[in-house]
């Protein structure tokens, strides 16, 4: 079921089984989509990395992501595009922007529990029934509808994640950082730059991430350019030296060391292993 708008907006709901798995590539370069697993041992690489998902997970997919089903069982997708909703433009009423999207290095993945189920189940239910509308407000409705859906994962994902335990403007200026170093990371790769963005010291930046996370902004920063290196390395065929230059790199030999300390592989190894497989 899909809703296509008079000014470009576009919003589906599918149930996705082994028959239709190839319809979660299918997706254009500007949307954005939630993944429901309702069954247990689906298994897809996620910028080539293999990750099997369990009944009830959710992981959140940006365009950015590269997708490749290898064994489904079933799941639904939910997927929309900026001009039927914009998440950066709506923050204020849904929150996930640095979180459950453009947040993380590391794939989003929520894990709801029976009551969690219980609400989305009605909600989900609610918006298929809504899909089949075709009224002057349907658009307004099914936009409700994905707001209550966005808004209740990013409390799940939040709390998982000890967000909770965050201050408002804390939660605030962690996800901005988030939201920062996805757009900046190509040139920007210490925490002291991102900080003056924020008007905070390097050190206040450091505190707040400590309280939830193991991981410093400096390790934040580093595995997102790791990530964007995996990808480029994956599925495109362009010169090692010039996928390090991307990333902020002015020799092959800089990056190769930094690939290979994190990665285990160099570069090249880590091509052969994956572009055969992409």
Known sequence: MNYRGKTNEYFEVLNISKENCYLLKEGTSDQLSLLWFNTDDNVLVVDAVEYTFNKNQ???????????????????????NPPFYCITNHDSEVGCKGALFFGSSNLPIIYLADNDVEILSTVWKMLCIEM????NLQLEMLQMMLKRIL????????TQENFDQLEQSTDSTIRAFNLLVEQHF????????YAELLNKSPKTLANLFKKISAKTPLERIKNRRMLEARRLLSYTNEPISEIGYQIGFNDIQSFSRFFKKNEGFSP?????THLSDS
């Open 58 to 80: 959710i992981i959140c997919i940006t365009e950015f992501h590269k997708i490749k089903p290898v064994h489904i069982q079933g799941l639904q997708l939910l997927r929309f």
């Open 132 to 135: 089949e509308s075709r009224d």
């Open 151 to 158: 808004i209740l994962c990013t409390r799940v994902y939040k």
């Open 186 to 193: 190509r040139e920007k790769h210490t925490v002291s730059e």
């Open 268 to 272: 090249s190894e880590f091509r052969e």
